[in-house]
C-alpha cells in the first residue's frame, strides 16, 4: 500500500526499510537531510512537509521522540491535519494515553483516525521485524493496516480506544528501565565486593534474576563498554516519566515507578540526554568509587 512515514531515527530508518522490502511505496519526511537518504536510494519519495506526506497518501506512519514533537507533526501548522488524502495517522511513539487521546480527538474533527501504535524490542527487534506492535484504536482502520504494521514484528490489538495501546507500552518499558536500573545496581555491587561482572550476568542468566537486562542489554553493550544499543536516555526518562504520570493519574501505587523514576532522572542529568540508555550504570559506578574493564563479546 501507498505509506507516508514521518520521523527516520534510529526506529522509523529500518522500520521504513522494511516496508519498502516488503512491497510498500513510502512517501517520507524527516527534518534531517541524512535521515531521508538511505531511503530515498531504495525508491522512497520524498515530501517538503507533514502536511504535504498527508496530501498524498491516505495512510501516515510517525515515528517520533517527543509527545511535543508528535503534536506538533500531527496537529500543528503544516501537519498532517492538512492532508487533503490522509485517511489514518499511526503514531509509532511512545506518547503515552493522553497525548494519544488529545491527538485523536484533535484529528477526529477532519474525519482523520487516529492508531496508537507504540512498539517495543529495540533497534535490533526493529531491523529484524520481531518488534512488538502495540495497537488501538477502530478496529476496521486496523485490520486495514495490519499486514503493514506486521511487518514490524507481532500485532497485539490492545483495544479501541485511543492511548490504550500507550499504556501498555509505558508499563512494558517501566519494567524495562526498572530491569536495567536494578541489574545494574546488583552488578556494581558485586564488582566492589570482587566478583566478575561477566559471571555475575551468566549466574543470574541461569537463576531466578534473569531479566532482559541481563539476557540483552548487559551482554551487547554494558559488559563490552560499548554503550551503543541505540537508544537515547533522554527517551528511557521520557517513558519513565509518562507512566508515572499515567500511575498518578489512576491513583494507583507507584513506588518503585518513583524510585526508577529518580534513578534515570540522575543518569539523564549526569551523562547527559543523548547519551545511550545503557550509560545506566556509570553514575553508579562513580558512587561505588568501582569500574570494571570491558569483557565478554558482543553479540
Ligand atoms: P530518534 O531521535 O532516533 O528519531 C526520531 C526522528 O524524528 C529523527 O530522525 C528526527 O530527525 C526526526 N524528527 C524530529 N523532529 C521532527 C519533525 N518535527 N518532523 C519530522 N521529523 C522529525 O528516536 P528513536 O529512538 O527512533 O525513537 C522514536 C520513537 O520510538 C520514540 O518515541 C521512542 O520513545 C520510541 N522507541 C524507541 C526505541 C529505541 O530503542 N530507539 C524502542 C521503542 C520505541
Redesign the pocket.
Known sequence: MDIGF????????PMARRLIEAGHKLVI????ND?VAPLLALGAQIASS?ADVADRVETVMA????PS??T??ATGAGGVIEGKRIKRFID????GSQVAAEIAAALAKKNIVQIDS??????SG?VKGT?AVMVSGPQADIDIVKDALGVFGKVFVIGNQAGMAQTM?LANNFLSATALSATSEAVVMGVKAGLDPAVMIDVINAGSGRNTASTDKFPKAILPRSFD????TA?ML??VRLCLQEAKALGVPNEVMSAVAANWEAVNAENGGDSDFSTVIQPLERRAGVTFAATGKKS
Open positions: 514521518i520521523g527516520l531515527g534510529n526506529m522509523g530508518q519526511y524527516d527534518t534531517r535521515a507533514p515515528s517520533l521522540p517527543e514533537i508528535v506538533k507533526v509509532l511513539s511512545t506518547t507504540p512498539v517495543s524490542g529495540g533497534v526493529a518488534l507500552k544499543l541505540g537508544f537515547a527517551l521520557k517513558d
